[in-house]
Nanobody, 117 residues
Framework: QVQLVESGGGLVQPGGSLRLSCQAS????????LGWYRQVPEKEREWVAT???????TYADSVKGRFTISRDTAKNTFYLQMNSLTPEDTAVYYCSFRPTFPPTLYWGRGTQVTVSS
């Protein structure tokens, strides 16, 4: 079973930046599907970004142009670079990982991001 550990969350002022990391307990391949989601209490989890094979990265409209998802297969780690943060970005951020085989979806436990002055 794959375990995912997020890190990099914290408190940041509006306009600031954070870089979230998600480390997997197994080898990561370039064909594995990686994702980031976020959730505010009492609200549904929101999709943020996905990285697929073939240099395909997609983003939610709310973060497009500000967030970037990337991976480092040598470290079994992937990232979410978040720039120009606003209070609306405040949420618990979760990473997801779907190995090429078997295609089972795994989730991290989440890391809190708070954007406030």
């Amino acid at each position: 079973q794959v375990q995912l550990v997020e890190s990099g969350g914290g408190l940041v002022q509006p306009g600031g930046s954070l870089r979230l990391s998600c480390q997997a307990s197994r080898n990561m391949l370039v064909t594995d599907v990686l994702g980031w989601y976020r959730q505010v209490p009492e609200k549904e989890r929101e999709w943020v970004a996905t990285s697929r094979s073939g240099n395909e990265e997609t983003y939610a409209d709310s973060v497009k142009g500000r967030f970037t998802i990337s991976r480092d297969t040598a470290k079994n780690t992937f990232y979410l670079q978040m720039n120009s943060l606003t209070p609306e970005d405040t949420a618990v951020y979760y990473c997801s990982f779907r190995p090429t085989f078997p295609p089972t979806l795994y989730w991290g436990r989440g890391t809190q991001v708070t954007v406030s002055s």
